[in-house]
């Protein structure tokens, strides 16, 4: 077997995407050595770029959205075995014995948070190592170029909602229709809430509705708190979008008792304390999911037929996937084409 592989680094904060070869990773005990087959390019890979997120060692490979194989499995790893197809998200593993942890808020983890990309090397790259607990298991049906995008874009919307509170018919929206805001509306819609698309612009509109928006609201040619509120408001909002102004926009939109979900990373958020305290509603954020969250996501979308929308580009043009992700005109989601089962 080969030494080496190609990858892709970022060698410091703010520096390019740059394909080197580099040696390929061995498994620590309780870890597994991952054969990539592809791998999404989130707008959350900015952060390893631009050297947003704290304690980032580089050169790094970024990639939180991996589908691959179990190519080698390391000391202690029981249930994993080599050629099972496997998924790594965001959430790279927690201690699991912390106060944090056994309350289940794994996001808090002060002990041992590991981050997919972040704290380790991630899937721009042939092969990658992560530990036995970030993995989720894939549906035999799901090709890994369809798969990729689920284990973030995916996970956190899908987790976002069916945590959110929302009950079947209530009118929940999803504000910015992106990554991964083209799969909040299918699962908002697949898991029968009165789903209401919100965007900049019309040209969205026919494609929001195809996914299954059964009302899409133009936040540039209307006042999306207005017409949130002539559907009755809305009981919970998605907010994936990258900008805090657009988010406040919707707020007064809310129902009684609702929701808005802050997903998206955007700069200081402005929130009228009466707007909340009159209504009891609230602005909440919503972190990622466990692998076992992102596992019922792979089910649930194989079961109901909710499939990412994807540009592919092979792993060398990384650079080239990530400027047309940040750029905004992908649609709708970027992925790396890296093994030959992709
Ligand atoms: N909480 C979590 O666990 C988690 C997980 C994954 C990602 N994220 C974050 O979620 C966000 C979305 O990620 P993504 O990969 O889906 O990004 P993306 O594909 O770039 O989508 C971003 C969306 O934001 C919209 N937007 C940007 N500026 C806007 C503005 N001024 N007004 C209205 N809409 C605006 C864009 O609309 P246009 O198409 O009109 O430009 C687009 O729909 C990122 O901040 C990412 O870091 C969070
Ligand atoms: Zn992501």
């Known amino acids: 077997m080969a030494k080496t592989m190609r990858a892709v680094q970022v060698p410091r904060a703010g520096g390019p995407l740059e394909l080197v070869d580099r040696d390929i990773p061995e498994p620590q005990p309780g870890w597994v050595r991952v054969k990539v087959d592809a791998c999404g390019v989130c707008h959350s890979d900015s952060l390893i770029k631009e050297g947003l ?14 589908i691959g194989v179990v190519d080698l499995v390391g000391e202690r790893v029981k249930p994993w075995k080599r050629g099972q197809r496997v998924g790594v ?31 380790f090397d991630g899937g721009y790259a042939e092969y990658m190592v992560a530990p036995a607990e970030a ?17 973030c874009a995916g996970v956190t919307t899908f987790n976002a909602l069916r945590n959110s509170g929302a009950r079947g018919g209530d009118v929940v929206a999803v504000l ?40 899409y609201i133009d936040s540039r040619a209307s006042d999306p708190a207005a017409e949130l509120n002539k559907l009755g408001g809305a009981s919970v909002v998605i907010a994936t ?21 802050v997903i998206g990373a955007a700069g200081p958020l402005s929130v009228d304390p009466i707007l909340l305290l009159s209504g009891c509603r609230s602005v909440k954020g919503w972190y990622s999911g466990t692998s076992i969250d992102s596992q019922d996501t792979l089910n649930f979308s194989t079961l109901n037929a909710v499939h990412s929308m994807n540009e592919v580009f092979p792993l060398e043009r990384a650079a080239e996937a990530y400027d047309r992700m940040m750029s905004g005109k992908a649609r709708f989601r970027v992925v790396l084409q890296i093994g030959s089962k992709a």
């Open 89 to 119: 998200g965001w959430h790279g593993g927690n201690c699991g014995y912390c106060d944090h942890c056994r309350r289940g808020e794994f996001f808090a983890c002060e002990v041992a948070l590991l981050t997919t990309g972040i704290s």
């Open 53 to 66: 997120w704290p304690g980032i060692q580089y050169p790094r490979v970024p990639g939180h959205e991996v």
């Open 135 to 151: 993995l989720a298991r894939v549906p035999d049906e799901l090709s890994a170029i369809d798969g990729a995008p689920l284990m």
């Open 176 to 215: 910015g229709i992106g990554g991964l805001g083209h799969l909040g509306v299918q699962f908002a819609a697949k898991m029968g809430f009165k789903t209401v698309a919100i965007a900049r612009g019309k040209d969205k509109e026919a494609f929001a509705k195809q996914l299954g928006a059964h009302h």
């Open 241 to 261: 979008v990258t900008n805090a102004d657009a988010m406040t926009a919707v707020l007064g939109g809310l129902a009684p008792n609702g929701v808005l979900m």
